[in-house]
């Protein structure tokens, strides 16, 4: 493994491949607590590094009594740290204890109630003996037998063991996942295990990390010059102004246009980036490389891949220009990381990949510097309001690497393009008008592979789709749908119908996140 750094860290969550496990990392920051998410192969090397006061241990798709089922270091047990285990975690926690954990029949996926049989520190002041809550269940497996020392202090009708405590060793399991939104307690429960069982105080800020990351970027760069990549989205933003606060005038900002931007995206970029910085800025119009490239293309991840590429074959252009430069700057966010790849030594599923996470060709012969890689979105937002960033940018919504190419299912052409761009640009400038904009976590549309009969004009037409899709959310893992009100879908509906030529049908998206992504590719 990597040589660790020394240095406290408060919380250490513990990887074993599930999906969520930054939610949980997330919510313990949400509660003022810092935390980062290690391996489970190397937590008695983190322990000794980071001085943690809490562990928590995240669910995963393995089966706790399997062979090769991934575990910790028993010795983690005796080191009297307060520990949490979630969904596979707590199996865990009973396997190595010498309970037994087995295949259920009766799996539970999806909204369940759990049921308070013992009074418990980790549910203080939140729920009472005999009292229900509702809790999210993902499972096919279950405690059947606690190990000795360790009480059950809550069910569901369909097993008899959601949560269990051991308050000699200060250890607690949770059968659900209190770090989803669907589990109403759930961060008060964590809450709870912090401050109660674990007695850490809040003391984690954002003004903090950007104190520390501009002290940490000054130093690393010295004398040497910074290339970063802006689309003008909040994330390349923020890092922009981030490092410019840092090291000034030797920071050099490209924008690529790669013809797959929102209507005139680049005209805004360009301006907004003026204002808010007094770094270089390379202006490049790449449109005709990138439209050739994906020319045929359907599959989405060729059209990623293609376009990651060819992103990287533009800065390796242009950083040769660039005098002094050692540095490429990313705005690789943490949700990015666990959909694209596993966590060092975890086991979770790829759902997509990102063109900018993964690092970067030798030949390009640039160090990489990713200063928000550990932030959500929300917290990417709070230290763009600390740079003083203006509400335009803090508060856009989120826009792909790849652009409109994954919200244009099949064959890429410039005509659909066109018609992507002023479908799109009508549905943003109706939020905005109507004061939905910012209440909202991501909107945009997504022009279907989809022709139907229609009529206009008193004529026959035969036309494509549109989609729109808005959201609401927190941090990207999970969203559920935006409810607009009727007159306003019929509003949109009419204006994409009447001023879009080409498109004779407007769809709803009403899918949340999970089943479904946030982008349709």
Avoid at 77 to 96: A, D, R, S, T, V
Wanted: proline share 4%; hydrophobic share 40%.
């Amino acid at each position: 493994m990597k040589v660790l750094e020394k240095k406290h860290i408060p919380v250490l969550v513990v990887d074993f491949g599930s999906q969520t496990t930054q939610l949980i990392l997330r919510r313990v920051r949400d509660l003022g607590v810092y935390c980062e998410v290690v391996s489970h192969k190397d937590i008695l090397q983190c322990i000794k590094y980071y001085s943690p006061k809490a562990i928590i241990f995240s669910g995963g798709p393995a089966s706790a009594f399997k062979k090769n089922a991934p575990k910790v270091n028993k010795k983690v047990y005796e080191l009297n740290i307060p520990i949490l285990g979630i969904c596979y975690g707590m199996q865990l926690i009973c396997e190595q204890h010498n309970g037994e954990v087995r295949e259920t029949n009766t799996r539970e996926f999806g909204k369940a109630n759990i049921r308070v049989l013992k009074n418990d520190p980790i549910f203080k002041k939140i729920l009472k003996l005999g009292q229900k809550s509702q809790v999210w269940m993902s499972h096919g497996d279950e405690v059947n037998k606690v190990p000795k020392g360790f009480d059950i202090i809550a069910n569901t009708e369909s097993i008899k063991v959601a949560a269990i405590s051991n308050k000699k060793k200060n250890i607690y399991g949770l059968q659900f996942h209190p770090e989803v939104v669907q589990s109403i307690k759930g961060k008060s429960l964590i809450k709870n295990f912090l401050f109660q069982a674990s007695k850490i105080k809040p003391l984690w800020k954002i003004d903090d990390f950007l104190d520390k990351q501009v002290s940490i970027i000054k130093n690393l760069v010295g004398e040497d010059e910074v290339i970063c990549g802006l689309s003008g989205g909040v994330d390349s933003s923020v890092v922009a102004a981030l490092i410019n606060k840092a090291i000034g005038k030797k920071l050099t900002c490209i924008f690529v246009n790669h013809g797959l931007l929102r209507k005139d995206e680049d005209k805004e970029v360009l301006r907004d980036f003026k204002k808010y910085t007094n770094a270089k800025i390379v202006y490049i119009n790449a449109k005709k490389v990138f439209l050739d490239k994906l020319k045929g293309v359907e599959d989405p991840e060729k059209k990623r891949k293609i376009i990651g590429k060819e992103f990287i074959k533009v800065f390796e252009r242009e950083a040769k220009k660039i005098k002094n430069a050692k540095y490429l700057a990313q705005g690789t966010l943490y949700p990015d990381v666990i959909e694209s790849k596993s966590i060092e030594g975890s086991k979770s599923k790829i759902i997509k990949s990102h063109h900018n996470v993964g690092g970067l060709p030798k030949k390009l012969n640039l160090k990489l510097i990713e200063p928000l890689r550990e932030l959500f979105k929300d917290e990417v937002r709070s230290l763009g309001a600390s740079l003083s960033l203006p509400k335009n940018i803090i508060n856009r919504h989120p826009f792909p690497g790849p652009g409109l190419a994954i919200r244009i299912p099949g064959i890429i052409t410039e005509k659909k393009i066109n018609i992507l761009k002023n479908a799109d640009a009508i549905f943003i400038e109706e939020l905005k008008r109507n004061k939905l904009y910012e209440k909202i976590w991501q909107a945009f549309c997504v022009l279907l592979p989809i022709k139907s009969v229609g009529v206009m004009g008193d004529s026959r037409s035969y036309e494509l789709t549109i989609s729109i899709r808005a959201i609401t959310s927190k941090d990207g893992m999970t969203a559920e749908i935006f409810c607009f009100n009727e007159s306003f879908l019929k509003k949109i509906s009419g204006r994409i119908v009447g001023e879009v030529k080409g498109v004779n049908r407007v769809l709803y998206d009403i899918t949340s996140k999970p089943p479904a992504t946030i982008e349709w590719e």
